[in-house]
């Protein structure tokens, strides 16, 4: 019973599944223009260019959890520019404030710690198991979910917005993580530096 409760545990965790998101495409307005599904935004200072993107990689069901936006900030000052979580928020229709998540809250979220450490500690101990046999499967399950594990977090190091200073001349890009908007929205907008910048829901745009 026990055995088939931890597989059950690993079958949940490593197969993910992709939920059903909605897709929002820029507005175009007198200050926005839009490039493919980019919202493209300019002032003397910067360049910012926002799509609602799906993210696809590891870890795959991100996307049952969080809104997802692709950003890119290019700074065309002489000047180093300051780029915070609180620059940039995500409100619905109704304009209730969504904030960035951070990347540290996204894996304590997909791997609690003390599920972690049950995980392994129940694996590598030989007096649960019936047999060598299924011990050296789960064991192999344990090193392959892990092995995702690194995967998902590399992913997140490496496309994840890097909040914080962007020099003269240079450009940031990544994805930044907003709580799950209602499928019932059918319009919402991306805030940066009190400029809103809209979407609307791919179904409902004519």
Not at 1 to 22: D, E, P, R, T, V
Not at 111 to 116: D, G, M, T, V, Y
Not at 129 to 149: A, G, H, T, V
Not at 162 to 188: D, H, M, V, Y
Request: proline share 4%; charged share 25%; glycine share 2%.
């Amino acid at each position: 019973m026990k055995n088939k409760l931890i597989i059950a545990i690993f079958s949940g965790l490593i197969f993910f599944s992709f939920g059903c998101s909605i897709k929002y495409l820029p507005v175009p307005s007198p200050e926005i223009t839009i490039t493919e599904d980019f919202a493209v935004f300019k002032t003397n200072e910067m360049t910012i260019a926002v799509e609602n993107r799906y993210w696809i990689k590891e870890p795959q069901n991100l996307t049952d959890y969080f809104t997802t936006f692709y950003v890119t900030i290019k700074n065309h000052s002489a000047d180093v520019i300051n780029i915070s979580a609180d620059d940039i928020s995500l409100l619905d229709e109704r304009e209730n404030q969504f904030d960035p998540v951070s990347m540290n809250y996204i894996e304590k979220m997909l791997l609690p710690k003390q599920l972690e450490y049950l995980l392994i500690s129940n694996i590598e101990d030989n007096d649960i198991f019936d047999n060598d046999s299924l011990l050296d499967e789960m064991k192999n399950d344990r090193n392959e979910f892990l092995e995702q594990w690194r995967e998902a977090k590399r992913n997140l190091i490496t496309y994840s917005f890097n909040f914080g200073s962007i020099k003269p001349g240079a450009q940031k890009s990544g994805f930044i993580f907003f709580p799950k908007l209602e499928a019932k929205n059918e319009t919402c907008n991306i805030n940066f530096l009190n400029k809103n910048i809209p979407f609307i829901r791919s179904d409902k745009k004519e």
